[in-house]
């Protein structure tokens, strides 16, 4: 099982980063799939989740109207959108999945919004 983020970087606040999770060795379409961030002293917080299906999503206030996350089933992938970034949504951000009975996490990327 391997769930392989990427797309993180440096950015300057109010730019914007795309994230993607690829993933393999289960079957994707029966995992409900999130976006976690952890933040240097902080504990690790779910950022946006998806359903199987993908027509239902949820979001930590502190990213709504600013971050979206989509899924494309066909190519096993999970993605975050994020925009109008700002110096405290630097952390690293992981990937997770969860088909019911098994959990998966993803090895992280890491994020910085500074000037």
């Known amino acids: 099982v391997q769930l392989v983020e990427s797309g993180g970087g440096l950015v300057q606040p109010g730019g914007s980063l795309r994230l993607s999770c690829a993933a393999s060795g289960f079957t994707f379409g029966r995992a409900v799939m999130s976006w976690y961030r952890q933040a240097p002293g902080k504990e690790r917080e779910l950022v946006a989740a998806?359903?199987?299906?993908?027509?239902?999503?949820n979001y930590a206030e502190s990213v709504k109207g600013r971050f979206t996350i989509s899924r494309d089933n066909a190519k096993h992938t999970v993605y975050l959108q994020m925009n109008i970034l700002k110096p405290e949504d630097t952390g690293v951000y992981y990937c997770?999945?969860?088909?019911?009975?098994?959990?998966?996490w993803g090895q992280g990327t890491q994020v910085t919004v500074s000037s």
């Open positions: 997770h999945g969860d088909d019911g009975v098994y959990t998966y």
């Open positions: 998806i359903t199987r299906a993908g027509d239902s999503t």
